[in-house]
């Protein structure tokens, strides 16, 4: 059964794939590929739009691995299993009194996948998911499970915090909440000069500030979120059919309508991206802070962000104003435009600077690269880091440019997995050459039907592990729960 991620931008046949049920399993996988000589990835939920997760070797789907270990809510202390979707653990959350203090506004993401690609919200005084995180349980490449925190083996749990999944498997998480809150939102349209002008205003006077630019609008949609004490001090929930007809009616089937149409007919992507930055509509309202963060996303894309220093955003939104009129294939999707403060993880694309987040975007089907170059090469001027689950071409030269502690990160991986056994092709590129080389064995066919890696018996001999549903690639039907 072939993985194929959300946007369609990566895709991977493993030759083995695991359904661990348990940490002890998780370890088990990890040895039995280790002895048939396959690299291992862990599978989330497939939102990263880089081919983090790809592998030909052993597959871990962690869909079954979810729910709530442990939790403290007087010490806002909440422990999850490491495939739990921040869907479920927004609900979960809610019903335990507390939340996450910030989030993104998509929750379809494992926590796992969420925190090792540096996701993140928006807020000039907060940090991105990963700043959350009090605690770790990671499967090393000998199979042993460790746990991790500030206070115990601290640069493993630094280097771990966001690691692309070079260190091990995440197993499970400990985050630090908050009580629950309610956010008021404001969301507006207001043309695009007043809000670059009123910048860095927005950004100190509220909580949670983004705003979204189409490319040929005069407008954007400046959204802003403040927290509320009591629930009756906002402006109140938004009717439900007003939310139905504005999030699902508007910003996904008439505008998922538009770009096929600029899909089908390029010529007019121009016009139709004015008309959509014409028909943005305001709305107040106040609920649950996951109910306002997070906001439902069915029209497909591609994406690329980087973290720019805040102090250079202006700059750079100048730059690519003036570059977007005169790139060969127009630009149907907004760009979005975020912030979040200096935080001290390694490879945090907040690491050590208060920063601005830039993401474009381009409907899925339509030519993106000659802009996401264009992008790139005006990032790269004032040290832009790309998010490491969207889509870039810098390598680990470059990042070891961008990132001071590079050097410490890859001291850790070099401690946790010298043989590389949770490799592949992006972690090489944006990390580095592999340490010790795996040897190379090619995949042998034991017969039409079950292509099987090196060293593997067939899947009807394997001795069974409690806890874990295991395939070969022949044999990789679908489990219950997420791919």
């Known amino acids: 059964m072939t993985w194929q991620n959300w946007a369609g931008t990566a895709s991977a046949d493993p030759a083995r794939r695991y359904w661990p049920r348990t940490a ?284 720019v220093p805040r102090e250079s955003l202006l700059d750079v939104l100048a730059e690519l104003r003036a570059a977007v009129p005169w790139l060969a294939d127009p630009v149907m999707f907004p760009v979005e435009v975020r912030v979040a403060a200096a935080d001290d993880i390694w490879l945090s694309t907040a690491y050590g600077r208060d920063t601005a987040y830039v993401a474009i975007h381009q409907y899925v089907g339509l030519p993106y690269q000659e802009y996401f170059r264009t992008f790139e090469s005006i990032t790269a001027a004032v040290g832009g880091r790309p998010h490491w689950g969207k889509m870039h071409t810098l390598d680990a030269k470059r990042f070891g440019e961008l990132y001071p502690r590079f050097g410490d990160f890859r001291r850790v991986r070099d401690e946790t997995d010298p043989d590389r056994r949770f490799a592949n092709p992006y972690l090489e590129q944006v990390l580095g050459s592999l340490r010790r080389v795996l040897p190379y064995r090619p995949y042998l066919r034991i017969s039409p039907e079950k292509p099987l890696g090196p060293r593997a018996a067939p899947v009807a001999q394997r001795e069974s592990v409690p806890g874990m549903r295991v395939s070969g690639a022949g044999e990789c039907a679908s489990a219950p729960g997420r791919v």
């Open 24 to 307: 002890e399993a998780i370890g088990d996988a990890v040895k039995e590929a280790a002895a048939a000589g396959l690299t291992v990835r862990a599978l989330g939920s497939g939102h990263s739009f880089t081919p983090a997760a790809v592998t030909s070797g052993a597959a871990l789907d962690l869909s079954g691995w979810t729910g709530v270990v442990t939790a403290d809510p007087e010490a806002g202390l909440v422990t999850v299993r490491s495939g739990t979707t921040i869907r479920e653990l927004n609900a979960a959350l809610d019903a335990l009194g507390l939340a996450m203090p910030n989030l993104g506004d998509i929750d379809a993401q494992t926590i796992a996948g969420a925190i090792s690609t540096g996701t993140h919200g928006t807020g000039a005084g907060l940090g991105g998911i990963a700043t959350a995180v009090a605690g770790l349980e990671l499967v090393l490449a000998d199979g042993s499970v460790v746990s991790c925190s500030a206070e115990q083996r601290p640069d493993l749990f630094t280097a771990a915090r966001v690691s692309v999944g070079a260190l091990g498997v995440i197993s499970s998480v400990t985050l630090s909440c908050v009580p629950a809150f309610d956010l008021a939102a404001d969301e507006r349209p207001m043309p695009l000069g007043e809000v670059l002008e009123r910048f860095e205003e927005f950004a100190a006077a509220n909580d949670h500030f983004e705003f979204y630019w189409f490319p040929y609008g005069k407008n954007a949609l400046v959204k802003r979120n403040s927290r509320i004490q009591e629930r009756d001090a906002g402006p109140g929930r938004m009717p439900g059919w007003r939310q139905f007809f504005e999030y699902e009616v508007m910003e996904n089937a008439a505008f998922g309508a538009l770009c096929r149409t600029g899909r089908a007919m390029p010529r007019l992507i121009k016009p139709l991206n004015r008309f959509a930055a014409n028909t943005l509509s305001k709305r107040s309202y106040s609920a649950a802070s996951h109910e306002v963060f997070v906001t439902p996303r069915r029209v497909r894309f591609v994406e690329s962000e980087y973290a």
